[in-house]
């Protein structure tokens, strides 16, 4: 893999996923996957006028061994230096950037009752302090390969031309492989932004999902939420890209809204473990069936996270032909597979879809309908046959996607 486009990956990442500023404080965190990658990216950010740069290394292998040895007690404890770094972080308000890579099948054999129990212990103390993060500060998800992800992709291959293909991958779908990917970025912003445009000048109230697997489901939306894609703003006006790569134009629907049933298209991985052919059965809006070909308790077990992880927090339209699903694989990460096609998640709503949320308290999004969580869990549903029909306020039908693809009405 030629250097320089790697070099450009990290100066994206840097300039507009995280959109440093001078003086600001950056956080990255990563897996040992890529150290090489992860100095470059912090010689970026000091590029782009960063004051200081720490990494926070994480190993998968030693999440396992813990979960392994470790009492629930002690993984879900939070000792006072850690609850001291929220406390801090929650008023200096750092650039945070996650870099991906870890195994999708590295925590299989975890205790995973434990987890989700010391989950639930540690959110109960660390969620105050993200809460009062939400919306204040910049932050960016993004990926490089390991071998044990890239080895999950493409099994044939030896390990080094496995990461190679899956650093073609990456850099193709994260728009990172051209000569100047920060100008394609800002041209493939302004695409989103007008696809959002349209869908908001629909003023609807609901959606309804139709596909031949068996998706048939009406989802309530938001009246003060608005349709909105990868570029976000914080409360002071800074702007930022979240999630690279992103394909998607999102909002967050009316908490106790939905009622039917939704198939997943693609596996969901979760935790260092995968969720397969996968369905679950909403009624007021909330998630009071489900079931899974493969780790059915894990599904059950997210689900049971909160009182907020069984209602959903996002829906998202992605067209079936978005360059992640051309490339015809499945990544097996999530960052990846919810940008091939449309998906929705549960748990956690977005409260930057309210129009003017920067004015807005917590409590405020909570009346408006804005569901609240630990946890935000994407799903994939966007099959090629899938039909959105939006219904607006005054009644009127409209095909928002048609055969899996925007309609006519929305080109």
């Not at 869908?199 to 959606?207: A, H």
């Not at 929705?344 to 609240?372: H, P, W």
Request: one cysteine or more; aromatic letters at 10%; a negative charge.
């Amino acid at each position: 893999m030629k250097k320089t486009l790697i070099r450009n990956y990290a100066k994206l990442i840097a300039r507009m996923g995280a959109s440093v500023q001078p003086g600001q404080r950056v956080v990255i965190m990563a897996q040992l996957d890529q150290p090489e990658f992860i100095a470059m990216l912090a010689e970026e950010c000091y590029r782009a006028g960063a004051a200081d740069v720490s990494v926070e290394w994480q190993y998968q292998p030693l999440e396992k061994l813990a979960s392994r040895f470790e009492s629930v007690r002690e993984l879900g404890n939070v000792p006072s230096w850690e609850e001291e770094k929220f406390r801090e972080r929650s008023e200096e308000l750092p650039v945070t950037i996650k870099i991906l890579s870890a195994d999708p099948d590295g925590m299989k054999g975890a205790d995973r009752e434990k987890l989700t129990l010391a989950s639930m212990a540690r959110n109960a103390i660390i969620k105050p302090y993200q809460d009062a993060m939400t919306n204040k500060y910049q932050w960016c998800v993004a990926a490089v390969p390991s071998v044990g992800w890239a080895k999950k992709i493409f099994p044939d291959e030896r390990a080094n031309t496995a990461v190679e293909r899956l650093w073609e991958l990456i850099l193709e779908t994260a728009r990172a492989d051209g000569k100047d990917p920060l100008t394609d970025w800002m041209w493939h912003n302004r695409k989103l932004k007008d696809k959002c445009d349209k869908l908001n000048g629909l003023d609807l109230e609901s959606l309804e999902y139709w596909s031949s697997n068996g998706t048939r489901l009406k989802v309530g939306l938001i009246p003060q939420a608005q349709f909105i894609s990868g570029r976000k703003s914080t409360v002071d006006g800074k702007h930022f890209n979240p999630n690279i790569p992103t394909e998607e134009c999102f909002t967050t629907p009316m908490r106790g809204k939905a009622e039917g049933i939704v198939y997943a298209v693609k596996p969901l991985s979760y935790g260092g473990e995968l969720i397969e052919d996968f369905w679950l059965r909403f009624e007021n809006g909330k998630a009071v069936e489900c079931g899974a070909g493969k780790n059915a308790s894990l599904l059950e077990k997210i689900i049971a996270m909160d009182e907020g992880a069984a209602y959903l927090g996002e829906c998202a339209l992605v067209p079936y032909e978005s360059p992640i699903n051309q490339t015809g694989r499945l990544f097996y990460n999530t960052l990846f597979d919810e940008n091939a096609c449309c998906h929705l998640a549960l748990g956690r709503g977005y409260s930057n879809t309210i129009v003017g949320f920067e004015k807005y308290q917590k409590s405020d999004f909570t009346d408006m309908g804005v569901n609240d969580s630990s946890v935000h869990v994407d799903f994939m549903i966007g099959a090629e046959d899938l039909e959105i029909i939006g219904v607006t306020k005054s009644g009127e039908r409209i095909p928002v996607f048609e055969n899996g693809t925007w309609s006519k009405a929305l080109h």
